[in-house]
């Protein structure tokens, strides 16, 4: 069984090939053309990804030693994301499903995320057992749901305002630095004290004097933006200069302690054992370590994807598709895009 996935919700055009459940193939081309805007540009990113998509398809099917005359059902991110460039990838991968004849089967991008700890390289195949809790961290959501074996899963918290990935790159764009800017001030906490500044952790124990924290599993990082931008305004350009890396790590302390609590107050209060952690932020070094102290205290296992399938990769839509086949699914011959932004809202 040869599934082909395609990813192209943001800046990532990616094509995989799943065969019989495991990867043999995985290209991902991250679009350097937004760099200077800071940002995503929407209208770029769907030329990007027009320009790119017959070659990175077409490199992934070679790549994994096959034809397209060998693809068994083919697998495209089917929302949330940028419109435009999901329409891209879900109208080629239709294009293509109805050409070969072939099953095409939609995907939701965050869902694929939540999966992408447990896609296989072949040995390392770890499936899902019990119920697992998620934490769901990109660019555009923070997330945490308890998923069931069946695939199911319910959100209980979210945040209330940005996501932890915004939260990066719009406080180190206030630092000077480059978009995306989450692998960046990662790199740069390696040589900075976390302790420097204490920006403000919002719904933790920590900010709350009252009890009330508990069982609110909701995030909000807007505060602590704000409070990056009124305290850099308050320093010195020379100052900032010298101590970028002491920013840099208590920025990031700032967000991997409210995720980390958060994460295991849904893992206590639900009794679960087992924890992942998934998306774009979830290759932030810190965020692994602090997280896995936690788990090792409280005896939960912790499941990671590798840091290449952290962030946006076709190998999750095709993973998270042949679950989903697996389980007697049916594909779909057409499919419309849904123009809504957040998934996780839409269930809640
Ligand atoms: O999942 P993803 O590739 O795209 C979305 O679906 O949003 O996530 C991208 C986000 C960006 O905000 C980026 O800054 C963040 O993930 N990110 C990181 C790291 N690598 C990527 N944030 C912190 N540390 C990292 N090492
Ligand atoms: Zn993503």
Redesign the pocket.
């Known amino acids: 069984m040869n599934i082909l996935g395609i990813e192209t919700?943001?800046?990532?055009t990616s094509g995989a090939i799943l065969r019989n459940g495991h990867v043999c193939s995985s290209v991902i081309s991250s679009q350097l053309c937004h760099t200077s805007f800071g940002g995503v540009v929407p209208e770029l990113a769907s030329r990007e990804h027009e320009r790119l998509i017959v070659s990175i398809v077409d490199a992934a099917i070679t790549e994994a030693n096959i034809t397209k005359n060998e693809l068994d059902a083919i697998a495209a991110t089917a929302g949330p994301?940028l419109i435009g460039a999901v329409m891209v990838g879900l109208s080629f991968a239709q294009g293509l499903a109805w050409a070969l004849g072939i099953p095409f089967v939609p995907v939701n991008?965050?869902e694929a995320?939540i999966f992408s700890p447990f896609i296989s390289e072949g040995a390392c195949h770890r499936a899902p057992e019990g119920c697992f809790v998620s934490l769901t961290?990109?660019?555009?959501?923070t997330l945490l749901s308890v998923v069931e074996p069946d695939l199911s899963y319910t959100v209980v918290g979210r945040t209330l305002d940005d996501?932890?990935?915004?939260a990066?790159?719009k406080t180190?764009k206030m630092l000077g630095l480059p978009?995306?800017?989450?692998?960046?001030?990662?790199?740069l906490a390696e040589q900075g004290d976390p302790s420097f500044h204490l920006f403000p952790r919002a719904l933790t124990s920590r900010s709350q004097s009252s009890k009330s924290w508990l069982g609110n599993f909701d995030f909000s990082f807007s505060g602590m933006k704000t409070s990056v931008l009124t305290w850099l305004q308050r320093q010195t350009s020379e100052f900032i200069e010298f101590h970028k890396a002491d920013i840099a790590a208590s920025i990031?302390a700032a967000?991997v302690g409210v995720l980390v609590e958060k994460s295991m107050a849904v893992v206590r209060s639900r009794g679960i054992r087992a924890l992942s952690i998934?998306?774009?932020?979830?290759?932030?070094?810190?965020?692994r370590n602090a997280m896995q102290e936690a788990c090792d205290r409280e005896g939960v296992t912790l499941y990671l994807p590798k840091?290449l399938y952290?962030?946006?990769?076709a190998a999750m839509i095709a993973t998270l598709a042949n679950l989903k086949i697996s389980r007697g699914m049916k594909a779909e011959c057409h499919y419309n895009i849904t123009p809504y932004a957040s998934f996780a809202a839409a269930k809640r």
């Open positions: 919700s943001c800046d990532e994301g991008h965050i995320h961290v990109s660019g555009g959501h996501a932890a990935g915004e990066f790159d180190g978009y995306p800017a989450g692998p960046v001030i990662d790199k990031q967000i998934a998306g774009g932020v979830s290759a932030n070094s810190a965020l840091t952290s962030t946006d990769n």
